[in-house]
């Protein structure tokens, strides 16, 4: 590795207003190396990085301090200059959230095309060779089919490693990965950070991957840095802060990691959800084929799969989202029709949704506490006992009653979760299906918001169909699991007896590939 860094950044003091959020942090990233940065949600991570790819938000500006390129001594970002960084110069991003930066109007090749056009300044054709290679770095099946499609055909992992390609077409020497793999369920996380590694490798790029996946950081990263409060309060090679951290923050996101296991509710013997051979098509797909399956009263169940397993459209089909293609679906002793306007009226009373993204679920027009009057006056609800009622239920999801006149920009990814669960209970339910609903947060929050569902869930007596990728954290909160592979469950029973001895060699590989596996 050569003497002289890469990437050198210096007392980068970052500021929205006379707000300070990052203070004074230095680092070097070298050649071929994997640099994690870690932290809680509002550490300070994500927008050091945003600072150094001169991407802020509106409002925020480099108050001190400089980014420099050190083999060629340009220096990009310093206070009081205009921000002149090498973006698609020798420095490129992958995002979190590929659906939110792909153009979905766009075939996927001209996307990644139209960033080589730019960067590389070569011929239309030109392009076209070179995205359809790229598509093939990044392991696409069929590259020059691939090249044809549009964002919504492809999944989940495949739309990241378009996004890897679209980062690569700029020829890179940074790479700033941020939360690249977050929403991805294990096997698919697996195989993404098995592409980087292995791009990162064959280029000798320099990549900055930032995270708050202790698990992920063991298995990819040579060197981490711990964020607290926007500052660097732990460094090191990641043997020695992983094993052995220093700082107690440090020392905290490591006991984080350890889930706590809630105490399992006993099963009521009373059904209140039961599907019969239900299936959902879509022209020739089948996304749910044939899933017979019975919820009891007070359950917690969780419902794990891959990507495109039909996880999601299932717990739809459950509270009537999605009319089933053929088979039966009951709630109590009523047919769920979602033709039936009565019978969804009905439903709707008892069965609520809970989102995987709060920061889509929620109006940025509309106070929370009047997205969650919304709710009440459609349940029938008085305008003055609906405010009292608003304020009550965030009270009940631990937030402020004042927090009622506050816009969903003013909270955290965590505050917004707990708004968002404050809205499903709003019109009372017994069942609640929770899609996700905490696959983005960082694990401390993670643990915040279990706990918060583990006390309303005795304290009103709700039945939870729990969906997720996360195998530890589904393992910590339901007594039983379902396993769904292609729309089929292929394997239920008691938690922990699957999760220590998993029947199907599919619930076997969804246990191997969590990042704690991987190490």
Not at 97 to 123: F, K, T, Y
Request: glycine share 8%; proline share 5%; aromatic share 4%.
């Amino acid at each position: 590795m050569p003497d002289s860094p890469l990437l050198k950044v210096e007392r980068l003091t970052v500021s929205f207003g006379e707000n300070e959020v990052v203070h004074g942090v230095d680092f070097d990233l070298q050649h071929g190396e994997i640099l994690a940065i870690v932290g809680e949600s509002g550490s300070g991570k994500s927008v050091t990085c945003s600072a150094i790819a001169g991407l802020l938000p509106r409002g925020g500006h480099i108050t001190e301090g400089t980014c420099s390129h050190q083999p060629s001594g340009a220096q990009w970002a310093a206070a009081g200059t205009p921000a002149n960084p090498p973006l698609g110069r020798g420095l490129s991003l992958v995002f979190q959230d590929p659906m939110s930066s792909l153009n979905p109007s766009m075939r996927i090749g001209w996307q990644v095309a139209e960033a080589a056009l730019v960067h590389r300044q070569c011929s239309k054709s030109e392009a076209r060779t070179l995205a359809t290679a790229l598509l093939n770095e990044v392991e696409l099946p069929e590259p020059q089919t691939t090249f044809e499609k549009y964002p919504h055909e492809l999944s989940g992992g495949q739309k990241q490693r378009v996004m890897i390609a679209l980062a690569l077409a700029a020829d890179p020497e940074v790479l700033i990965a941020d939360e690249p793999t977050t929403a991805l369920d294990t096997t698919v996380q697996k195989s993404i950070l098995a592409l980087l590694k292995k791009v990162q490798e064959k280029r000798r790029m320099g990549v900055i991957f930032i995270t708050h996946d202790l698990d992920v950081v063991h298995a990819i990263a040579d060197r981490v840095l711990v964020m607290q409060h926007g500052r660097i309060v732990e460094s090191g090679d990641v043997q020695s802060v992983l094993l052995h951290p220093a700082h107690p923050y440090t020392r905290a996101l490591l006991r984080a990691r350890d889930i706590e296991k809630f105490e399992q509710n006993s099963p009521t013997g009373i059904p209140l959800v039961r599907a019969v051979k239900a299936s959902k098509w879509y022209g020739d797909f089948c996304a749910v084929r044939d899933v017979s399956l019975s919820i009891e009263k007070g359950e917690r169940v969780g419902l794990i799969g891959e990507s495109g397993s039909g996880k999601s459209t299932l717990g739809r089909m459950l509270i009537g989202m999605l009319p089933a293609s053929s088979g039966t679906i009951t709630f109590g002793e009523n047919v769920v029709d979602p033709a039936n306007r009565l019978s969804m009226d009905h439903l709707r009373k008892r069965a609520q949704l809970v989102f995987q993204d709060p920061y889509a679920a929620l109006n940025p027009k509309l106070t929370v506490g009047s997205a969650l009057e919304e709710v009440l006056h459609h349940a029938g609800v008085k305008a003055t006992e609906a405010t009292r009622r608003a304020q009550s239920l965030l009270e009940e999801v631990g937030l402020e009653a004042s927090d009622a006149s506050k816009y969903p920009n003013a909270f955290s990814g965590g505050q917004r979760q707990r708004i968002v669960i404050a809205r499903a209970l709003a019109m009372e339910p017994h069942f609640l299906v929770l899609d996700e609903s905490v696959a983005a947060l960082d694990v401390q929050i993670q643990r915040d918001v279990l706990a918060l569902l583990d006390r309303i869930g005795r304290e009103r007596s709700l039945t939870y169909l729990f969906i997720s990728h996360d195998l530890d954290v589904v393992a910590s909160f339901c007594n039983r699991l379902l396993i769904l592979e292609n729309g089929r469950i292929v394997e239920e029973g008691k938690t922990d007896q699957i999760m220590q001895h998993p029947s199907m060699e599919y619930t076997a590989e969804l246990l191997d590939s969590r990042p704690k596996n991987l190490r």
